[in-house]
């Protein structure tokens, strides 16, 4: 069972940049797709970007194509993800998830593992 710790988040002002991490344990790292959703106040958790497990291919929501990216670090067990051009509409807490098949696209699974989260406000 692989465990997720989400790092990096806090205060940024809009049009700011913030780079959160994800560190995983208990499992084979290079063995997941990984990625990240989010959940803003009031709304529903929303699919944000995934890297498969070796080759470093992505899928990127339309909200942040372009200002968000992911990347992994199969070395040090750890994914990225450098936010770049924050908006206030970005604001929310980020999950890490982790998964054996690929996820993100609109026919596929929810991922399997989550981290706790971690908290990013952008304020305008």
């Known amino acids: 069972q692989v465990q997720l710790v989400e790092s990096g988040g806090g205060l940024v002002q809009a049009g700011g940049s913030l780079r959160l991490s994800c560190a995983a344990s208990g499992g084979t790292f290079s063995s997941y797709a990984m990625g990240w959703f989010r959940q803003a106040p009031g709304k529903e958790r929303e699919f944000v970007v995934a890297v498969t497990k070796r080759f470093g291919q992505t899928y990127t929501a339309d909200s942040v194509k372009g200002r968000f990216t992911i990347s992994r670090d199969n070395a040090k067990n750890t994914v990225y993800l450098q936010m770049n051009s924050l908006k206030s509409e970005d604001t929310g807490v980020y999950y890490c998830?982790?998964?054996?098949?690929?996820?993100?696209?609109?026919?596929?699974?929810?991922?399997?593992?989550w981290g706790q989260g971690t908290q990013v406000t952008v304020s305008s």
């Open positions: 998830a982790a998964s054996t098949a690929f996820f993100g696209r609109p026919s596929d699974k929810e991922p399997d593992h």
